[in-house]
């Protein structure tokens, strides 16, 4: 008799660290989708930004086309990326683009003296500040869901109901990543 | 940090239980010795149970009125809302509030019961002497608190105390100028309200002191060297933080018109009420504070 409340108590207990496992991982499924989403808001509010910049950079400078349409074409590559590994790439190409288009606006003291330009100057390094800590709690997340997909016991229960690992989001760091000099501009 | 969390709400559940049988035990004592029974006993514990839902409900509310913060919106500080709405990101919670204290000392505080009601205030000093990076590791600092529920007991601890410390004074005056009108009166003796109000303002006295320490204790010092690593880990830029506290150390003689010791333990740093205050020994082994040279030590050490 004893023997019978012991294997259904260990049975139980099994069970209910089972539960406990299966919660955890639902719920760091749902960060990194959370994650994801605060990259993605970050990002599109960068893209929204681009135009008027661009607008405000060519009102002072409407000769160096050639930065301008290398920002667009980036934009619009950003926008139509549909992988985590695609987007990291094009972000990569927008940065570096974005960078180029402010290191044209340095040769040009009135705009960078014009209140528009300080203006989206701010709104663009808040942005892109944004866009890494969202990319490093996205990356945080992803980092402990695949720790726990892969891990034992979790593993098991991961592979049962189908969690899979996710991608990391590895762009660049728009703030403290190494500065690229463009040699072929003056 | 969930042990963090963990002890954090402990310990505000047991500052809140404290405070109702302190007031309790004053309105107890009141009952005995007007020998009106428990009425004073259930109307101190009225008073007490007000208090503790208001601290936790209206304590922000309390704290950022009496240190005479104000809200700002994006347009008028992008630079700090875009750096607080960063890190809330990168925390993991909603952005909390923003305020603006008009104060020439840079100091920041965070208040709030949880991170969904929660705001972080910064002095007018603070903006105009921190660049981007610098106050980035003050916000995330702040941040800290707020994702450790420090900012819940230090709001506890800062309404109540507050309240407390009113209350006694209010008590203390009464008997002062009730016992001299008294005795101009001539025929108005120890009646049983000057009896009430001598041993009230005894009580709150004798307690005064003990209740700072209480404070002193809940607030333990290690927290602002954990809020300063977790900073850190937020940024993931030591130098940014250290940068800013070396030069809130050297701006340390700005007074603050706002502080007060019900607020005190809540700022960044310790605020100083009289131009030029150092700290001597005795005064930092009681400070709220652990020294700023030993926070800068031990950010630089990560």
């Known amino acids: ?186 | 940090m969930y042990e963090q969390i963990a002890s954090n709400k402990r310990k505000s559940v047991v500052l809140v239980l404290g405070a109702i049988l302190l007031l309790g035990a004053v309105g107890y004592a009141i009952g005995l010795i007007t020998q009106q029974g428990p009425a004073w006993l259930i109307f101190g514990l009225a008073i007490a149970v007000a208090m503790s839902a208001g601290s936790y409900f209206y304590g922000d509310r309390i704290v950022l009125a009496s240190t005479r913060a104000r809200a700002v919106t994006p347009e008028q500080e992008p630079r700090l809302h875009n750096i607080v709405e960063g890190l809330a990101i990168a925390a993991g919670i909603p952005k909390p509030r923003v305020y603006v204290v008009p104060e020439q000392a840079p100091n920041a505080y965070a208040t709030g019961r949880d991170p969904e009601h929660s705001s972080i205030a910064v002095t007018q000093g603070l903006l105009d002497a921190m660049n981007r990076v610098e106050l980035e590791g003050v916000v995330a600092h702040e941040m800290s608190h707020i994702l450790d529920r420090d900012m819940l007991v230090g709001t506890i601890v800062a309404t109540l105390v507050g309240a407390v410390v009113l209350i006694s004074e209010f008590f203390m005056r009464a008997l002062w100028w009730g016992g001299v009108g008294g005795r101009r009166g001539n025929d108005r003796g120890g009646g049983p309200a000057e009896a009430v109000l001598f041993a009230v303002g005894l009580v709150l006295l004798i307690l005064a002191p003990i209740v700072g320490q209480v404070v002193r204790f809940a607030m333990s010092r290690q927290r602002e060297y954990l809020a300063d690593a977790q900073g850190a880990m937020l940024t993931r830029y030591p130098p940014g933080l250290t940068a800013a506290l070396k030069k809130i150390a050297a701006a340390s003689s700005i007074p603050m018109r706002s502080a007060n010791n019900a607020t005190a333990h809540l700022w960044l740093n310790q605020p100083s009420r009289i131009q030029g205050e150092r700290m001597g020994p005795l005064e930092r082994l009681f400070s709220t504070h652990p020294p700023i040279e030993d926070r800068i030590r031990r950010l630089e050490e990560m």
């Open chain 1, 1 to 186: 008799m004893t023997a019978v409340w012991i294997s259904l108590a260990v049975v139980g207990l099994v069970l209910l660290y089972s539960i406990y496992l299966f919660n955890r991982l639902v719920s760091l499924r749902n960060r990194v989708d959370n994650g994801w989403s605060q990259i993605d808001v970050q990002l599109r509010r960068r893209y929204d930004l681009i135009p008027n910049l661009v607008e405000t950079v060519k009102g002072y400078a409407a000769h160096e086309r050639e930065v301008f349409e290398h920002v667009a074409e980036a934009r619009s590559r950003a926008i139509g990326a549909t992988t985590v590994g695609d987007q990291a790439q094009a972000e990569n190409q927008l940065t570096a683009g974005l960078r180029r288009l402010m290191a044209v606006a340095e040769n040009y003291p009135e705009l960078k003296a014009s209140q528009n330009f300080l203006a989206l100057q701010e709104e663009l390094t808040g942005t892109e500040s944004r866009i890494a800590y969202a990319r490093q709690f996205y990356n945080d997340q992803v980092m402990l869901l695949n720790t726990r997909i892969q891990a034992v016991p979790s593993n098991v229960l991961a592979k049962a109901f189908g969690f899979t690992p996710r991608e990391f989001f590895d762009i660049e760091d728009p703030i403290r990543g190494p500065v690229q000099v463009d040699l072929t501009h003056p």
